[in-house]
């Protein structure tokens, strides 16, 4: 747990789903960290735990396959030192029972990213998406 | 992501340089599987990757396994201390040839 009181923040934007704003959703969290004073190590571990999360979005939501002008929305709330990241996207509804990653000794590639995001943070937590959103997921890590 | 890519005998030296991410996991394939399928030794330089994700990860595992069913080797030299990280929390320090 750190030791900085964090200042209450909020912040979010909205990103075109697709491969190529993933590096766009990495720099958006790297500025908000900043602004958050949040240590190197940590704010490494965080970007990659929302940039997977995104990839799932674009990869399984959207198995790859976004209308052009589809949009997810990230947001980075911290309130009293716990870190909140909300997504917002219209792809296909998640089954969160299906949401598995693979055996870990079992080595091959893919089905890490949620094993990545399950490790970062204290907890993973679909919601149900209020309209015009159809998933909701919320990341959550006390600082 | 850009690259470079020099070969000396049996060895191709695969300097990949940027963020490796899913937008790129194609690209990093086509620079690195064709000296594996030849059955050269790969030398994958990473000291100027600063950031790597599982799609990434995956591309160094399908290389390692590629490798090894061409009789050959693929080798990871100056990981950054943030993709060493990544390749921790996968628990492939093991399994990967890191140097």
């Given at each position: 747990?750190?030791?900085?009181?964090?200042?209450?923040?909020?912040?979010?934007?909205?990103f075109l789903v697709n491969s190529s704003s993933l590096?766009d959703?990495?720099?958006?969290?790297?500025?908000?960290?900043?602004?958050?004073?949040?240590?190197?190590?940590?704010?490494?571990?965080?970007?990659?735990?929302?940039?997977?999360?995104a990839?799932?979005i674009v990869k399984?939501?959207f198995?790859n396959n976004a209308n052009a002008n589809e949009l997810m929305?990230?947001?980075?709330?911290?309130?009293?030192?716990?870190?909140?990241?909300?997504?917002?996207?219209?792809?296909?509804?998640?089954?969160?029972?299906?949401?598995?990653?693979?055996?870990?000794?079992?080595?091959?590639?893919?089905?890490?990213?949620?094993?990545?995001?399950?490790?970062?943070?204290?907890?993973?937590?679909?919601?149900?998406?209020?309209?015009?959103?159809?998933?909701?997921?919320?990341?959550?890590?006390?600082? | 992501?850009?690259?470079?890519?020099?070969?000396?005998?049996?060895?191709?030296?695969?300097?990949?340089?940027?963020?490796?991410?899913m937008d790129?996991?194609?690209?990093?394939?086509?620079?690195?599987?064709?000296?594996?399928?030849?059955?050269?030794?790969?030398?994958?330089?990473?000291?100027?990757?600063?950031?790597?994700?599982?799609?990434?990860?995956?591309?160094?595992?399908?290389?390692?396994?590629?490798?090894?069913?061409?009789?050959?080797?693929?080798?990871?030299?100056?990981?950054?201390?943030?993709?060493?990280?990544?390749?921790?929390?996968?628990?492939?320090?093991?399994?990967?040839?890191?140097?």
């Amino acid at each position: 747990m750190s030791e900085i009181a964090h200042q209450d923040h909020v912040e979010k934007k909205a990103f075109l789903v697709n491969s190529s704003s993933l590096k766009d959703v990495r720099n958006f969290c790297r500025e908000v960290f900043e602004k958050l004073q949040i240590q190197e190590d940590l704010k490494d571990e965080l970007v990659l735990a929302i940039a997977e999360a995104a990839q799932n979005i674009v990869k399984h939501a959207f198995k790859n396959n976004a209308n052009a002008n589809e949009l997810m929305v990230v947001q980075i709330s911290c309130e009293n030192n716990k870190l909140q990241i909300a997504f917002y996207d219209r792809g296909t509804p998640v089954d969160p029972k299906k949401v598995k990653h693979r055996e870990i000794d079992n080595v091959k590639p893919g089905g890490l990213g949620t094993f990545f995001i399950q490790e970062i943070m204290d907890a993973v937590e679909f919601k149900d998406g209020k309209k015009p959103w159809i998933n909701h997921l919320v990341l959550t890590k006390q600082l | 992501m850009s690259y470079k890519v020099t070969e000396e005998g049996n060895v191709a030296t695969v300097h990949l340089d940027g963020e490796i991410d899913m937008d790129v996991t194609e690209k990093a394939k086509e620079v690195i599987f064709p000296h594996i399928e030849a059955g050269k030794e790969v030398h994958l330089n990473l000291s100027n990757v600063q950031y790597m994700d599982s799609s990434g990860i995956s591309v160094l595992i399908e290389s390692h396994q590629k490798a090894l069913e061409k009789n050959t080797k693929v080798i990871i030299k100056d990981v950054s201390k943030s993709v060493l990280k990544v390749i921790m929390m996968a628990k492939l320090e093991q399994i990967l040839n890191l140097e």
